[in-house]
Every structure is written in structure tokens, then in C-alpha cells.
């Protein structure tokens, strides 16, 4: 098992993130390349392959709940879940091949809920950003 894997209970098809640049309290750092393999490019598009939008916000929120995992504030048994998603704007394409860097702040951390806000770039160039709470649990 790989530290990400260690890190995220996701796995594949549905894991968005490659590797952790930089895990603090107040920032988070990851990467991600989205391959030609994706399974929703078959269908987003056939003919002109994009990476989704929502598979974007999923990067940049599995990319924060890593980073927290990684540096100790999120158990090894915690699961965060998605409860809003605010502020989005898509402003750059992501497609096959190119390599996602999601730049996290954190706004504030509890046992119970995450909020956070992230910029998702392809090199330079700013791809989307967003902010989004998840609630923290046990899968219960």
C-alpha cells in the first residue's frame, strides 16, 4: 500500500491524488495526472476528452483531507464526506495528460468538520477554485 492509499480511503477509479508536495496546518500541496485511462472520458468527451469539473472539487478535497491526515489532525479511522461546496468557477480545460496541482488553505479544522478552499492549476495556469465543508466521521 502506498502513502496515499495509507492517507485516503479511496481507491481506484475514484483516488485524484499522486503525492503530497507540502502538508502544514495552514497549507496543503498535492498532485495529480489525470491519465488518457480516466473511466469518464469515455463518456466526457469521447471525441474531445475533459476532465469533469466535480472530479476537479473531488481532487482538491481528497488532495486537503490527505494533507490533514498526513500531519495528524484527521484520525487514520476518520472519514470526511462532502456537505457544500461553495464559490466554484472553472476557468482552464483539464485534459489527458496533464498534471493537476492543488493548492489548499486550510479555513478551519475541528474533530467534527473541515472547511477548506483550494486552487487547482496546470502549470501557471489556474484551473479552478473552490471552497468546500466536509464533516468528519466514522462511517457509521
Known amino acids: 500500500m502506498n502513502e496515499i492509499e495509507q492517507l485516503l480511503p479511496h481507491r481506484s477509479p475514484f483516488l485524484f491524488v499522486d503525492e503530497i508536495v507540502e502538508a502544514g496546518k495552514e497549507k496543503i500541496i498535492a498532485k495529480h495526472v489525470f491519465t488518457e485511462h480516466e473511466f469518464f472520458f469515455k463518456g466526457h468527451f469521447p471525441e474531445y476528452p475533459v476532465v469533469p469539473g466535480v472530479i476537479l472539487v473531488e481532487t482538491m478535497a481528497q488532495s486537503g483531507g490527505a ?3 498526513k500531519i495528524g ?3 487514520g479511522d476518520d472519514l470526511f464526506f462532502l ?3 461553495d464559490k466554484v468557477k472553472f ?10 496541482r492543488s493548492e489548499i488553505e486550510n479555513l478551519r479544522v475541528s474533530s467534527r468538520m473541515i472547511k477548506q478552499s483550494g486552487k487547482a492549476y496546470v502549470g501557471d495556469e489556474l484551473a479552478a ?3 468546500w465543508l466536509c464533516l468528519v466521521g466514522k462511517g457509521e
Not at 94 to 100: F, I, K, M, S, T
Open 67 to 69: 494533507g490533514l491526515r
Open 73 to 75: 489532525v484527521l484520525g
Open 83 to 85: 456537505a457544500s461546496v
Open 91 to 100: 476557468r482552464r480545460q483539464v485534459r489527458p495528460g496533464d498534471e493537476v
Open 129 to 131: 477554485e473552490a471552497e
